[in-house]
């Protein structure tokens, strides 16, 4: 007689489920260049379920074997949505942590664990988050912010439009914390700046007032300001008063703005690579702070409606990159 316990239907369920989570973690492992015991191994923390998030981690496993001819990094992707646990002992055996994107990083601050991380593809409100809640001590860490810096945008809003000098900004919650680095900025490259300070319910009042008042509008990433529910309503406004916009997304442009400078997802997985490889040969991460690789897009039917210059995006982005910053 067999008198061997009985697993419950519930039991073998969960261990079917953690080896298959387990199989999963271990079919991601993707070596780029040589392995062996002692490679330079990298856990890529993300939505595995989101596009971008995907497409910014096949970006850094192409960038890393361009850059090393025979040996650079383990590279094993690990899903964020996987449980805590799980999650922690997916990255166990890793010298480097990178996550993808907001939720990736929230999830991996809070973990308890001492490996160096850095925080990719989130905007610097989620950074600044994460540094008051989360990061804990023991741990080095560092930021690729996916948003841009207010000189390049202000550069980008020189070029496409060269006879303006009112530059207008709607500020939220969000955005008005760099208030001071706009102005700055602002009136590096000789600009007059007008500023409508807008919460959700009163966006259109401040916005009929700034479009009578300035040559432009320069959009700046603010969830309670551009959304969208906003967006469009933003657009149409500024359009109809022949205010163009510059803006912060490609998103923004296909919608209506006459410019936007931002990073799309190979250029975030480029960057990160360039970051990966910087910390295997010396040690160190680097600063957090805004990338250096960037893409512009333009609408050339708003340019042409606005009688703006006519750019093509590969025109200005060539344009931009011999400025500074």
Known sequence: MDRRPKRSPASLTYRIVRLAVAMLIAALSVTVGAGGDDAFRVALVGSTEDQRTVTVMSAVEAALADACATHCAVVTRVDATL????LERAVAAVDLVVTIGSHAGQVMAQAARKTPTLYAFLPRVAWDELQTCCLPPTRPFSALLIDQPLQRQIALTRLVVPQATRLGVLLGEVSSERRDELEDAARARGYRLTVEQASADD????????VQDVDVLLALPDPAIYNRSTAYSILLTTYSARVPVIGFSEAMVKAGAAAAVHATPKDVGREVAQRIDTFRRTGQLQPAGYGDLFSVSVNREV????????????D?????????P
């Open 203 to 210: 966006i259109g009042a401040g916005l009929r007032r700034l």
């Open 303 to 314: 340019l042409r409606s606005l009688q703006l210059p006519d750019f093509s995006d590969d």
């Open 83 to 86: 449980a805590t646990s799980d």
């Open 316 to 324: 200005l982005l060539r344009s931009m990159e011999r400025m500074a």
